[in-house]
């Protein structure tokens, strides 16, 4: 690769090369397991979803990934949560957190005027040690870690922000996300083509909608295929392809419980509220590979500790099935061994040493105390410090 091909370049930015990849139409027969193609975005049912899943897991995700990558980078899960109650439960959690920040500060925001939305940064941290028990009926669902599994391998680290769009919330701009999305032009044309396409490889965006979403309401305008385009992270700012954007991004209505996952690199933007009563609810979560660093940082101890005895209790009196169990594991502790200190935290059985998923999975096969937890945990992570 010479020099003129290794780096991108603004000046080449072409709404015509764009447009050649957005003209693609979703083939509903390729993908077996999904119900329905609306507005070339891939809608799946949930009950098919698992069904499958406990079928064939492998199989799963490997058409989710199909969707992210070759496809056109988007899908919906309808009826994610059937019981919406434990939704709702989680909504009554981030809208006493919120209301208690609002009341202190003005939070700023990504893509839209700080202050206009109800913005909940770190709601992952702070609901779980808010309330734990209604943390983990809500991250008890295995379809969040089958959909970033399917994208980011085992390991993946969980963050979420929640988003409240009142009555009259302008869109946010067209963009795209985390990392290179993050990153002004200059920036991100110092980073050689490869790094373009690894980091959409790095996180998965998702959402699960906390209120009912007509397109009044102004749900999350898409634009299919767009995480194709090569210099797409140096053309979301472009004026004639916002132009473009704004002309043929699609909305989905979604129902309280649905879920929605994308490629960070789609091209996508919150859309305008212009009901007079929906107050739209979302809980977006920013998925990351555990070979990347997430966008927030994260106590998990502090997580972990405020978890284990609900989780523990729960899975001993059989309200969770070990696979709810895991899942709530996934979302909290970290299941990668790195960084680490290798003199203090040794790969004595193997190439690298217990992660803290793994350690947190044991603790409650062996039903360890929750003292013994926290101090174990402690251990752990001053052996893993500098």
């Not at 083509?193 to 959402?207: P, V």
């Not at 997430?294 to 405020?306: L, P």
């Amino acid at each position: 690769m010479n020099e003129k091909t290794c780096f991108l370049s603004t000046q080449d930015v072409s709404v015509k090369d764009l447009d050649a990849l957005i003209k693609r139409r979703t083939d509903v027969s390729e993908y077996s397991l999904s119900s329905a193609v609306v507005h070339n975005v891939l809608v799946y049912d949930a009950s098919r979803v698992i069904t499958a899943a406990q079928k064939n897991r492998q199989a799963v995700m490997a058409e989710f990934h199909k969707v992210l990558s070759d496809g056109p980078g988007v899908f919906v899960i309808k009826k994610a949560y059937r019981d919406l109650s434990i939704v709702d439960d989680q909504t009554v959690v981030f809208n006493a957190l919120l209301k208690e920040e609002s009341a202190n500060r003005k939070v700023a925001d990504h893509f839209a005027e700080a202050g206009a939305n109800g913005r909940l940064w770190n709601a992952l941290q702070k609901s779980a040690l808010r309330d734990p028990a209604v943390f983990v009926k809500y991250n008890a669902n295995p379809l969040l870690g089958l959909a970033s599994e399917s994208w980011l391998g085992t390991g993946w680290q969980l963050t979420s922000q929640v988003n409240i769009v009142p009555p009259g919330g302008k869109a946010q701009k067209p963009h795209r996300d985390y990392h290179l999305g993050f990153q002004t032009n200059d920036v991100a044309e110092g980073f050689p083509r490869s790094t373009h396409t690894l980091s959409s490889l790095l996180t998965l965006q998702g959402m699960i909608a906390h209120s009912d979403m007509p397109v009044e309401s102004g749900p999350t305008l898409l634009l299919p295929y767009s995480h194709q385009y090569e210099l797409g992270y140096l053309a979301w700012r472009d004026p004639d392809i916002i132009a473009y954007f704004d002309e043929h991004a699609v909305q989905l209505a979604l129902e309280k419980g649905d879920m929605v996952f994308f490629n960070p690199a789609l091209f996508h933007a919150a859309g305008t509220n212009t009901t007079q009563d929906v107050y739209r609810a979302a809980n977006l979560v920013q998925v990351s590979s555990a070979f990347g660093k997430t966008m927030e940082s994260i106590d998990r101890e502090a997580m972990m500790n405020a978890v284990y005895p609900i989780l523990l209790q729960m899975r001993n009196s059989e309200q969770l099935t070990e696979q709810e169990g895991e899942a709530v594991i996934q979302a909290v502790a970290d299941g990668y061994s790195f960084p680490t200190n290798l003199d203090r935290d040794p790969p004595l059985d193997g190439l690298a040493p217990e992660t803290e998923q793994a350690f947190m999975s044991r603790a409650i096969k062996e039903c360890m105390d929750s003292a013994c937890f926290a101090e174990t945990l402690r251990e752990i992570k001053a052996r893993r410090s500098a």
